[in-house]
């Protein structure tokens, strides 16, 4: 069964939803944190696809610092893909998380690498 924070989240989640859409043009840039891990994804909703990804579970990622030095690298490298993809602008969809935190260093950091939102 799901937390009251839970369910707030996907209350907030589908409110966000209904009003960001990744196109071909300006994809979605989505994020999902757990306790541990962060993780973010370019998404294309028309056609389905995900563009590019990055997250803080990869092999080729060194754990240094804590979860917001870890957040920062995670939005750098999913910059980097992006722009690897020939992606510059895209549609921030915080999936129901507060913009603070995490998830804020993270939206910076994908900003110093290059992506407009």
């Known amino acids: 069964m799901a937390t009251k924070k839970e369910i707030r989240r996907f209350k907030l989640k589908k409110v966000i939803r209904k009003n960001v859409i990744g196109t071909h043009e300006r994809p979605r840039l989505t994020i999902f944190r757990s306790n541990k891990e962060i993780y973010a994804q370019v998404i294309d909703d028309v056609k389905g696809a995900t563009l590019a990804s990055s997250s803080s579970r990869e092999k080729t990622f060194e754990k240094n610092g804590n979860k917001m030095e870890v ?24 999936n129901g998380y507060l913009y603070h935190g995490r998830v804020k260093s993270l939206a910076d950091a994908a900003r110093e690498g290059g992506l407009k939102f």
């Not at 957040?71 to 915080?94: C, P, Q, S, Y």
């Open 71 to 94: 957040a920062v690298l995670v939005g750098k490298l999913i910059a980097e893909r992006a722009k690897m993809a020939e992606i510059n602008t895209v549609v921030f969809d915080r």
